[in-house]
Each structure stands twice: as C-alpha cells, then as structure tokens.
C-alpha cells in the first residue's frame, strides 16, 4: 500500500511551506501473531522540489499498529531529519485509534470519551534541542456512515491543567494564552544562540476508519500553536533578548497515494 501525508505550515499568519512525504506500508505480523505494519518513508517534496535524503533516512522503518497489545514507538528521530514530522503525525493518528479501541469505544454516533494523559510527547532531533508537547484527549465518534462503510473519529488533543513538566527556562513557565504551557522547543541555530519558545498547542484529528477491517483510511489534522519566543546567546537559555510572539497552524492530510 502506498500512502502519503501533505503538510501545510503558516508561521504568523503567512504561509511557510507545503510539503508531501511518500511512503509505502507493508503489513507483517510478529512472532506473537500481532498484525503491525512497517512504514517506509521514500522520499518527498517541499514546495515542489524534492528533498535530498541520506541512504539511512531511507532505510529508517517506523512500526505501527492499531492493535493494543502492540507498543507504538518511535525510531530514532536524529536519523531521519527530513521525516521527523511525517512520522509522528502519522504516528499520532495510530495512536488516536488505538486509544479508541483500548478504551472500548463503540462505533455509534455520538459516543464520548475523555482521557487524562498529560505525559511528554518529544519530538527533538538534530538541531531541535528540546521538542515536547503535554495532551489530553477528547474522543467522539462523529458520524457512522453505513452507506459509504466508514465511520469519523474525532480526537482533540487538548493542554492538561498541569502543564507539561518543568520548562526548559524559568521564564517559561508563564503562560502564553488561557492554559498552562503545554508546548516547549529550543533549537540551536549557531555555536553561540538559540531560539527558545513557550506555547499553547491543540490537536484536531479526524480519522476515517473502515467498517470492514477497522483500519484507516485517511485522517486529517489541523495543529494550531500559540506562544512566544526568545533569541538566547546561552545554553541555559538566560540571557536572552526580548520575547517576541508567535503563531503556527500545521493543517496536514494523511491518504492513499497514486504515486
């Protein structure tokens, strides 16, 4: 099976980049008779040109499953630079369906399910330094649409009242919008600087799933994220310039691909 997953990225307002990434799946089965799939990412394009890649990003693959006895995990970021989004959006989605199904949720319209989970999701690699983000989950099953043999699962990823663990800085603690902090990311973008940032970020997921075998048949995201950052010329993220604020709004696609 070959799907892809297209990314549209606005940084305050303007739009950055649109970026589509490859991959052909391929379902195996463990040797505890647990059907999972191996995800190749191979190759992908950002604003229309293709992006170079290392023989190890190509060689890298992530192990996914909608099945609960099936541990989702994530493959070693700092090897995959150009694919790190991919595979965690992606993984995202498995893993909103495979809450779904833990928890027993029947596929009836209208059916809800709050999940307090608050524990770090990191997505740091390379020159991203820190990348974690803290969620709850908010799950309803929107629409059965027994004509079309789908159902839509909607899971918003909500900030948890306790924040997201202890910042990188002191002066990230303070929250930027109406919610505590749940969001935090320190790139280092020179031997002597960093950019250092607090947010507030929410997913929305909606997620098509077969009536017939269960799995997903394509999944859509839109990711807002509302914070503020500083310029810093130290590692401990101390002396800093003045905060500046910050919106980014990441609307992807996850579908089959002809390519």
Not at 69 to 84: C, E, M, N, T
């Amino acid at each position: 099976m070959k799907y892809k997953l297209t990314l549209n990225y606005t940084q305050n307002g303007q739009p950055a980049y649109v970026s589509i990434s490859h991959a052909v799946i391929t379902v195996k089965k463990t040797a505890d008779n647990i059907f999972y799939e191996s995800v190749q990412w191979t190759h992908q394009e950002k604003d229309g040109a293709e992006t170079s890649l290392s023989p190890e990003s190509r060689n890298v693959r992530q192990l996914v499953s909608l099945d609960p006895a099936f541990k989702l995990s994530i493959p070693d970021l700092s090897k995959i630079i150009p694919f790190i989004e991919p595979i965690t959006d992606t993984l995202t989605f498995y893993a909103d369906l495979q809450l779904a199904i833990r928890r027993g949720m029947r596929l009836e319209a209208g059916q809800r399910l709050y999940v307090s989970h608050g524990k770090p999701n990191s997505w740091a690699g390379g020159s991203t330094l820190v990348g974690r983000d803290c969620i709850d989950f908010e799950l309803t099953i929107s629409d059965v649409d027994k004509e079309h043999n789908c159902a839509y699962l909607r899971v918003r990823h909500l900030p948890p009242p306790g924040g997201c663990g202890e910042p990188p800085a002191a002066w990230m603690k303070k929250p930027v919008s109406d919610t505590p902090n749940n969001w935090y990311q320190v790139t280092k973008t020179g031997e002597t600087a960093y950019t250092a940032a607090a947010a507030k970020e929410i997913f929305d997921d909606e997620i098509k799933i077969s009536l017939t075998d269960g799995r997903i048949l394509s999944a859509s995201q839109t990711n807002p994220v509302i914070g503020e950052q500083r310029l810093c010329r130290d590692a401990a993220l101390t002396d800093c310039e003045k905060p500046e604020k910050f919106t980014i709004e990441r609307s992807l696609f996850f579908s089959p691909d002809a390519d």
